[in-house]
């Protein structure tokens, strides 16, 4: 099974932003860990980032008949991307959003979800293991079909 890991606007800065929300590793070590977790569960895991919402849009499309799943975690653009949205919507790929740190129990604006109704689910409050819980939730979905 193919899942494509999406990471949007300031992923990139994890292990130097914020450490008491998102943790100490840095990003490479996470993409390491997320493809060898993958790997220990039979999963091909492809991993993406970017700071700019059409990239992310494109490649969401682009992973259409590439990927049996998508894990998303939209960061900011969680929060009023219409456009990640209606991207999710159109490919027939089941999603789960992941967010690091429990956006429930931040700053009010961080308590929405544009992006979760595409989804089957929604995962935060784990740190990086809700990456996991997701891929674990996509193979066990993947079973159902």
């Known amino acids: ?45 492809n991993i993406f980032q970017s700071n700019i919402e059409g990239e992310i849009v494109s490649a969401i499309q682009e992973a259409d008949g590439r990927y049996d ?21 159109a490919v027939n790929i089941k999603a789960v959003e992941v967010h690091i740190s429990n956006i429930h129990a931040r700053e009010e604006f961080r308590k929405n979800s544009v992006t979760a109704p595409a989804c089957m ?10 990456y996991i819980l997701a891929m674990m939730a996509l193979k066990e979905a993947s079973l159902e079909d």
């Open 1 to 45: 099974m193919k899942i494509m890991v999406i990471n949007g606007p300031n992923i990139n800065l994890l292990g130097k932003r914020e450490k008491d929300i998102y943790g100490h590793m840095n990003y490479s070590s996470i993409c390491e860990y997320l493809v060898d977790k993958g790997s220990e569960l039979g999963l091909d895991i």
């Open 121 to 130: 689910g929604q995962i935060s409050g784990f740190g990086i293991y809700g």
């Open 69 to 89: 799943g998508l894990i998303i975690n939209p960061a900011a653009y969680t929060h009023y991307s219409i456009a990640i949205l209606d991207a999710l919507k």
